[in-house]
């Protein structure tokens, strides 16, 4: 056995060995810049905005401050945002009871008690300011704007989305496996959207697209209508920031939802997006630990995100702690179906419904990996009949299912993604 590599797992890491005459690529962000003074960086963004007037001038006389921001699966720096922020909301004349923190949960569940402290990541934000869960379900909570002119999504929104004078989504811009990049529009819809709405963005037909992939925003269909849904909403702004591997800031911007989110989109394309000279029979990678790999739900965009460099018929293994199971009711019964049903049955079952079933995209995006090769997953998390639900192989070691696939294989070469889905690794089929 050669050194190990490590990959993201829960809050640590895994360190797996490679078999005796294997070779690891490691695949990774180039180095990325960090910021030295975060917190003067996001003064300075507040200060400069991409494509809007100054925060003081589009705060003054705001009576209803709505600040949108990811759930705890996304390990968003919202402590000095938030902070930094709601201080300047302050010095604009904007009173602390007039702001509402708006937690953008879709239709995952809600972030309270210690967690919701986590997701706020500052103790004088989280006592000082109201802070309220998006329910999607809650209709007396939704508003009916009506739909988007191009695809006829509903537009339902949360109502202190709505109501507000100045909205403000706080968002991380990474790859996302279906809307190109996340982060900007994405925070509003289908963050804090209604069940309509993000049932309709998930259906069969959109998530079928092959142009609403990682990476892509052009033609993307989900990109194009949360930016109709934008416009319908009427003004609204953005921080949006990136990351690089430690966690630590290396951007910051504030301004205009879509053109600060697209200046975002090309600062980290060029980190994220690894080209690489070939593909793989081996693959072995994570779901970018805690806190994405808090449940299997959130797995599959691990699975999804390396998919261009897997060989037909090769196999990908994949580690997640899934320290809540496999996710949501929902979500367990869609996992049901597939196993059930078969990948073409639950196809066919899904392709005509206007409304996807709740969570059941995770499993329908599942498949655009099994589609191309297998998939093996190591997880301490997963147990009893849940393993089966998975609709993957389980295996007990990383180790011994790499020395499985290069025997099978005959290729010696195996590629590592430490990081999982917050890098893409991409590759051209040369004709």
Known sequence: MSDAIGI???KGELHVRLPKGCEATIIRKPEMPVLLDPNAAIADALQNPV????????ASGANRVCIVICDVTRPVPNGPILKGLIEQLRDCGVGLDRITILIATGLHRPNLGREMREVIGDDWVFDNIRIENHYARDTAWMVDLGKTPTDGIPVVLNRHLVDADLRIAVGLVEPHFMAGYSGGRKVFAPGVAG???????HN???MADPLACNGNLMNNPLHRGQLEILKILGPAFAINTVIDEARRMSFVNFGDCEQSHLQSVAFVKRFAEVPMERQFNTLVTSAAGYPLDKTYYQTVKGMVAPVQILAEGGRMIIASACEEGLGSHEYRQSQSHLVTLGRQGFLDRIRAMPLADIDGWQTHMLLRTLAVGNVSLYSEGIKGRDRELTGVQMIESIEDSIAESVAQSGDKEVAFIPEG??????????L
Request: charged letters at 15%; glycine letters at 4%.
């Open 8 to 10: 993201r797992y829960g």
């Open 51 to 58: 494509a809007s007037p100054s925060l003081s001038h589009i």
């Open 195 to 201: 069940e309509a709405t993000i049932r309709t963005f």
């Open 204 to 206: 069969y037909r959109f």
């Open 421 to 430: 889905p917050y890098v893409i690794p991409t590759f051209s089929k040369q």
